[in-house]
């Protein structure tokens, strides 16, 4: 391999060796692409015309109101496909298409990444194949009707706790066995070199929009940037845009579950520890020997025991803060946000706006605060119901 | 000259080397297992540490580590095994492991510790020879053997730089992709040993996918110093769950006949 893929001594590709050759052909093309006028161009084209670029920074006068301070929502829900995930699928997506790949792979959590796979697979003309744990399957059924409207075959994984975890381990194993024609196109800011590096690339548009955003409608940089972490890319993508800007705050919130006193979390930034999986140094949530963890969450796609090592590497660092919310407070900040502004939040998405109900009374009035709003909630709207039962 | 490189020219055959996930099904039945594939022929143990991620293997492992890990396998009591087993008789043990579950015992403590329960050498299959600074320099503190992988889709010179690195022997993975039992031998195996042979002295010992004697007996006579056999041994364990006593006798069977098969060479 060419770079190592180090954040600090965080990172790297911990994988078997089979595995070095395919990820060392992605890291050519990234680097031979990356900055190539043609495929620059095309992508920007895409960004526009196909996925709904640029997205608008909405203020949420209301919410706004509840909370006493200025609350603005980077609205990456209103992206083709109802998430930020078609940012990154399509930057890949145009890489594979570009290095002569035919075949595209993906794993899924709550589906939106599945289905911006799906989407670009279409696009392009090119067999996809999504691995999504079963449970998943099941509590996302909506998207994966989606990813086979769009022509992919959706593989039930069901080793291990049936989730994002596994779904991984899967695609990892598939791909050991067809790395000629396929290209992984990995969803979140996390897993081995170079994936963190290309997925943080291919979701800066967030930071770099957002960024611009405020100093044109407010007149000044935001005190405090809030986004919801799983692996990290909707996350890492907006702190990109204000990672120099040392007097903005970058908090990112993950999914506490029941509460992180118990065992059915994810909050793998503020309760794990250092160690290793799929193929990255980072935090992990695991066990005194090293076994990983099972997750619980109300978000299928922040339930996932390990994060990016960029993000492990902002926590050690102080740059950036970690905290967590719990299912509960997700499921409070959902209606109080919906009935504010009509707009149905992701549960993903959900955690940072639940963040920031936990700040109210604590900021000043004039305090400036971005949410990433990384997706929209209709596909949630079901999990909702049952939790919270409309008589 | 190395553990191995000694065992495999006295033997002057094709060593066979069975797997098994440590703790599979449970602890004891495990030790028996082990101990009848000691008396059926077995001239080398390689012996893996379950793991909740194990993405370098196929189903039938990853469901022997999950029956382990049930049945509460942990590194440490699986390095107390190790020295069960080695008491029972001395044979060399090369041990597979994630790199997760050393880095959280302490690599260079968790090495030590299993060179004095009686090990012979490790692998780690989630390290790739670029990452070899992270396991070769404890493990000849510990005084072990290092053991990398070879995969068909590897570079000339990339192989050179694990045959540099290998102290034990180059464990040469027949096929793209996980470990599991296979109906043919991948086509690409004798090729790679050709190459390897052209490339380096270092033994060469072929694992992934070899299921039947006839698979083993071929690998034999492309010239590799030692035949793994995993997924296929592990198999009689899945296979036979509520009668431990037909799984010894079918996995001593097995192991008889593919002994014979290579020792007829
Ligand atoms: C809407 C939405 N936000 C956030 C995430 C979490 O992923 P990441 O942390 O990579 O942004 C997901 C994952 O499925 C998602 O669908």
Known sequence: MKHKGRFGNFGGFYVPEVLIPALEDIETGFDKYRNDRRFVEELDDLYRNYAGRPTPLYHARRFSEHVGFEVYIKREDLLHGGAHKVNNALGQGLLAKYMGKKKLIAETGAGQHGLATSMIGALFGMETKIFMGSVDVARQNVNVHKMKLCGAEVISVSGGTCTLKDAINDALRYWTSHIDDTFYLFGTAGGPHPFPTIVRHFQTPIGTEARQQCLDQIGRLPDKVVACVGGGSNAIGIFSGFIDDADVELIGVEGGGKGTETHEHCATLVKGSVGVLHGAQTYVLQDENGQIHETECISAGLDYPGVGPEHAYLKDSGRAVYTAVTDEQVLDVFELFTRSEGILPALESSHALAYLVKQKGKLPKDAIVVVNLSGRGDKDVSIVEQHRPML | ?265
Do not use: W
């Not at chain 2, 195996?189 to 060469?204: C, D, F, S």
């Not at chain 2, 010239?223 to 296929?232: E, L, M, P």
């Not at chain 2, 364990?237 to 431990?244: A, F, Q, R, S």
């Open chain 2, 1 to 265: 000259m190395g553990h191995y490189q000694n065992l495999f020219k006295t033997l002057n055959r094709t060593a066979l080397i069975p797997f098994f996930v440590i703790g599979d099904p449970d602890e004891d039945t495990s030790f028996e297992l082990v101990k009848t594939a000691i008396d059926s022929g077995a001239d080398v143990l390689e012996l893996g540490i379950p793991f909740s991620d194990p993405v370098a293997d196929g189903p039938t492992i990853q469901k022997a580590d999950i029956r382990a890990m049930k049945a509460g396998m942990t590194p440490a009591k699986a390095l107390a095994f190790i020295k069960r087993i080695s008491d029972y008789k001395p044979l060399p043990i090369g041990l597979l492991v994630y790199y997760n579950l050393i880095y959280q015992y302490g690599v260079q403590a968790f090495l030590t510790d299993f060179k004095v329960a009686g090990g012979t050498s490790v692998l780690v299959a989630d390290l790739s020879i670029d990452d070899a600074d992270e396991i070769a320099p404890a493990a000849e503190a510990a005084g072990l053997e290092t053991v990398f992988m070879v995969t068909p889709n590897m570079s000339d010179q990339r192989i050179r730089k694990v045959a540099e690195r290998t102290s034990g022997f180059i464990y040469t993975v027949s096929l793209l992709g996980t470990t599991g039992e296979r109906t043919g031998l991948s086509d690409m195996v004798k090729p790679l040993i050709r190459r390897l042979k052209e490339l380096t002295e270092r033994p060469i010992c072929v694992g992934f996918g070899i299921s039947t004697a006839e698979h083993a007996k071929a690998v034999a006579q492309a010239g590799a110093d030692g035949v793994i056999i995993g997924s296929r041994i592990v198999k009689f364990i899945e296979g036979n769950l509520n009668d431990t006593a037909e799984m010894k006798k079918q996995v001593g069977t097995y192991i008889q006949q593919v002994s014979k098969e290579i020792a007829r060479l």
